[in-house]
């Protein structure tokens, strides 16, 4: 990129989609000139800083930028490996109408400071490795919790997995190999149950 940071930065954004996370470590450009432009542009409504080192492009409407979600900073702030817990994970798949005033999230390294609504908790380092999606965390993360998060009968969360198997979405095999990591002794006694209760769940886990 040629040019001032300045410009650059601002070239940089202005070419992001609409709800977009923007860092400084983003643009190839020395830190400090680059952190000096992005405060500028918030100051301008261009971007909203969501917390030290992150910010975002949301829709500019005449009440201001719009903001993100909270589970879409949760994840952005979490990392890969990461994904929802409680509440968070069975509202997430479905599994609950309510829709929990506190979005705690399961992640794979030491627990980042609260934003918001937006609450942590450490897990397992194993989810990272794996490179779980929010989805599969999620499933691990409402085995976790158990029926207590769950609207529906219990045995709708082995139809929800399937069907977000076929859908592509969750690599059944991977949530296996983490779910037998896992400390958390009734979280393998609830996958242990659900696949033997579950044919169809126990086929498309060993294909």
């Not at 930065?9 to 070419?15: F, L, P, R």
């Not at 490996?81 to 829709?99: I, K, N, Y």
């Not at 705690?104 to 918001?116: D, F, L, Q, Y």
């Amino acid at each position: 990129m040629k040019g001032s940071a300045s410009s650059v930065v601002e070239d940089y954004v202005a070419q992001l989609p609409p709800r977009s996370f923007v860092t400084a470590a983003d643009i190839d450009r020395p830190r400090g000139p680059v952190d000096t432009a992005l405060f500028r542009m918030c100051r301008a409504g261009k971007l909203l800083r969501v917390r030290k080192g992150l910010y975002w492009k949301g829709t500019t409407t005449r009440f201001g930028m719009t903001r993100p979600k909270a589970e879409e900073v949760a994840i952005r702030v979490a990392g890969p490996g990461s994904g929802p817990s409680g509440v968070a994970a069975a509202h997430w798949l479905g599994l609950t109408t309510q829709v929990p005033a506190t979005f705690t999230t399961a992640v794979p390294i030491r627990a980042p400071n609260p934003w918001g609504s937006v609450r942590f908790t450490e897990r397992s380092l194993g989810r990272r490795l794996r490179g779980l999606r929010p989805t599969e965390v999620a499933i691990v993360e409402v085995l976790r919790a158990g029926p207590s998060v769950v609207e529906k009968d219990w045995s709708h969360v082995a139809k929800v997995a399937c069907d977000l198997v076929e859908d592509g979405e969750v690599r059944l095999d991977l949530i296996g190999e983490q779910v037998h990591e896992e400390h958390h002794i009734a979280t393998r006694d609830r996958w242990t149950e659900l696949l033997e209760a579950t044919p169809a769940l126990s086929r498309m886990l060993s294909e």
